[in-house]
């Protein structure tokens, strides 16, 4: 499985930006996808986890913030982000497990990752 993800960039406090990945190699209706993301200095961390139903789940510090979707049909994933903060900045994967079904955001748990997309929000 391959991922590539676009549309990181910078942007102010308050701002917005679309994510994307593209899946290939597999079948990517199948496997529970998420976003994480990884600030410098920092660990990996959950963003949404969203299972091939569509069914999602959110880290409690993007929730009502951000919203993620996917279209099987396009083997692609998305992330809107809005109302964009300083501490949103860092690089962000898109990755997937192994499974059907999501469970959690822990990053140990899935197998296959892209190549990062940066994003910066400055205040």
């Known amino acids: 499985a391959q991922f590539v993800e676009s549309g990181g960039g910078s942007v102010q406090a308050g701002g917005s930006l679309r994510l994307s990945c593209t899946a290939s190699g597999y079948i990517y209706g199948e496997y529970c996808v998420a976003w994480f993301r990884q600030a410098p200095g920092k660990e990996r961390e959950g963003v949404v986890y969203?299972?091939?139903?569509?069914?999602?789940s959110y880290a409690e510090y993007v929730k009502g913030r951000f919203t993620a979707s996917r279209d099987n049909a396009r083997r692609s994933l998305y992330l809107q982000m809005n109302s964009l903060k300083p501490e949103d900045t860092a690089v962000y994967y898109c990755?997937?497990?192994?499974?059907?079904?999501?469970?959690?955001?822990?990053?140990?748990?899935?197998?296959?990752w892209g190549q990062g997309t940066q994003v910066t929000v400055s205040s």
């Open positions: 990755a997937r497990r192994n499974t059907f079904a999501c469970s959690n955001l822990d990053p140990s748990q899935y197998s296959y």
């Open positions: 969203i299972n091939p139903a569509g069914m999602t």
